[in-house]
């Protein structure tokens, strides 16, 4: 079944400016894909149609997630608050409530299942407690759990975003380039988590990204936009510079810079002489 099927889909600004023109995807459950683009090329506003945040132009189109329609024609389904309990949103400013502990952050991800007087009162169940606990450690920071959110780094936020995807026991994550305010250490940790998520945890993870030396090393998938149009849908492998430049001609630039840098610093490592046999 596929995950995410969209049929049309096209939305329009009101300064007249397409941003998504007649987008068709189709993504398979248990895929890792990237969405990469120049900026303004329509990624974020695809993945805020995804998760049924923003409806599209009133013609005819279709965004169904794991069989269910999420929004149909320009209009959002009665049933999308139900749905969304299937599809978790990370943010690339993290969405966290820094005066809140990070478990209680991550617990967030339970209240569709908790009673009402317990959201009120804040007091969750220990079973949900527990799967907290044992998100946080999955990723990484689960001695920082009763820490207030804003005490922790990026990267750290990243990973309890992540945490509460696990909790709100999500079956398809988006996220809106996660990285791009991360170091780049931070960056490749909540990489491999997210690819820990979709491998081990079988999440469907659709991740838009600026880095295409990222996207090809994480995802076996890649769908380019350009303009609100998809003008690339293949095996990430396939992107060479030359590719790039064909679809974004001067913009590729922008996409081939991280590329150019992590290719540079691969070749200094290489040429650094072993400790073994460094002189003093």
């Not at 969304?84 to 943010?91: E, G, L, N, T």
């Not at 780094?153 to 026991?169: F, K, M, P, T």
Request: hydrophobic fraction near 40%; include cysteine.
């Amino acid at each position: 079944m596929d995950a995410i099927r969209i049929e049309r889909l096209t939305k329009t600004f009101r300064n007249g400016r397409k941003a998504l023109d007649s987008v068709d995807l189709r993504v398979e459950e248990g895929e890792m894909v990237a969405l990469i683009g120049a900026s303004g090329s329509g990624k974020s506003t695809l993945l805020r149609h995804i998760a049924g945040f923003t409806a599209s132009d009133p013609a005819p189109s279709h965004v169904t997630l794991l069989g269910r329609p999420i929004q149909q024609n320009g209009r959002i389904v009665r049933e999308v608050r139900s749905i969304r309990r299937d599809v978790a949103f990370v943010f690339q400013q993290f969405n966290l409530v820094g005066r809140l502990s990070v478990q209680t952050n991550v617990l967030i991800g339970a209240l569709s299942r908790v009673s009402l007087w317990r959201r009120l009162a804040g007091r969750f169940p220990r079973g949900e407690q527990a799967l907290a606990m044992d998100s946080l450690s999955a990723m990484g920071i689960g001695d920082h759990a009763f820490e207030r959110a804003s005490n922790l780094s990026g990267g750290q936020q990243q990973r309890a975003a992540l945490a509460r995807a696990l909790v709100q026991r999500a079956r398809i994550v988006l996220a809106d380039e996660p990285i791009a305010s991360l170091d780049p250490e931070s960056a490749r940790r909540v990489m491999e988590l997210m690819q820990s998520l979709n491998r081990e945890h079988k999440l469907t993870v659709v991740v838009s990204l600026h880095q295409i030396d990222v996207a090809m090393k994480y995802c076996a998938r890649t769908i380019a936009l350009r303009d609100g149009r998809v003008v690339f849908d293949g095996a990430s492998e396939r992107l060479t510079p030359d590719v790039l430049r064909d679809l974004y001609g001067s913009s590729a630039d922008e996409l081939l810079t991280h590329r150019a840098a992590q290719e540079r610093a691969e070749t200094a490592d290489a040429a650094r002489p072993s400790p073994a046999f460094a002189t003093s």
